[in-house]
């Protein structure tokens, strides 16, 4: 019995100082990003080096979309580190292995997936991810998760609704822009690209918010504290396309 719990007890510490090791990398990843540049409050990390004006450039897009978007970017910082290298990616991406981008707020920690800072685009698995999807986006998109969660704490946004996180997220990383008619009729239609599951796209959920900020006049702080439904807001936005024109 004693055998017994002293192997229990060394199977609970290894898994303690595995995770303690596993949150001191997300926290401080800057050993393992060797390549840097900075504007402003925002950082770019990268284990392969770039070029110093492309990177400033990505930068200063990524900055010209928050800006244009309901959420303020504060005085940062907000690390974005590049995991180039697939042992990197899969150390810091954790069970986000498909992903993008992911966002451990509030470490400000951002990670993006295989990338090139030279020429502005990310890589899945398949091959450079499709424009208008830049690595100026995916920048901007995981930041503004960060400024989620600095206008609300970490726990009201762990909660929030999917449709609200990924599509003011979306929304952000975007620009403030979204063709609310192109992507109502998309939606109506049932196109693959409306189909978040299907795609990992926001889309949808980025229409979503759009129609409820530019449409419904909501500030982004009544939409954050309305944990409305997906549902409930799709119903809304049909009824107003249904609705005669006047």
């Known amino acids: 019995m004693r055998i017994i719990r002293r192997l229990i007890l060394g199977f609970i510490t290894v898994i303690v100082l595995l ?4 949150a ?20 770019l990390w990268s284990d392969q080096p770039f070029d110093a ?55 400000r920690s951002i990670f993006i997936r295989r990338a090139d800072v030279d020429g502005d685009r990310v890589f899945g698995n398949a091959g450079p991810v499709p424009l208008p999807r830049t690595l100026a986006y995916f920048a901007a998109h995981e930041v503004g998760h960060s ?7 970490a726990l009201a946004n762990h909660r929030l609704p999917r449709w609200i996180r990924e599509g003011l997220a979306d929304y952000i990383g975007f620009g403030a822009q979204a063709d609310i008619d192109v992507l109502t009729r998309a939606l109506i239609a049932n196109e693959v690209e409306m189909n978040p599951q299907a795609t990992g796209l926001y889309a949808r959920y980025r229409l979503l918010v759009a129609y409820h900020l530019e449409r ?30 006047r």
């Open 24 to 43: 001191a990398v997300l926290a401080y990843p800057q050993p393992l990003f060797a390549y840097h540049a900075e504007r402003g409050a925002l950082q």
């Open 53 to 107: 004006a492309k990177a400033n450039d990505v930068l200063a897009d990524a900055e010209r979309r928050i800006a244009r978007s309901p959420l303020p970017i504060g005085s940062g910082p907000h690390r974005v580190f590049i995991a180039n290298a697939e042992w990197r990616r899969r150390l810091v991406f954790l069970w986000n292995h498909g992903a993008g981008g992911v966002n451990y707020y509030p470490l």
């Open 19 to 22: 995770g303690a090791s596993a």
């Open 216 to 245: 419904e006049g909501w500030s982004v702080d009544r939409l954050l504290a309305s944990n409305l439904a997906q549902e409930e807001a799709e119903q809304h936005l049909l009824a107003a396309a249904a609705a005669p024109r």
């Open 147 to 153: 400024l989620i969660g600095e206008r609300i704490g």
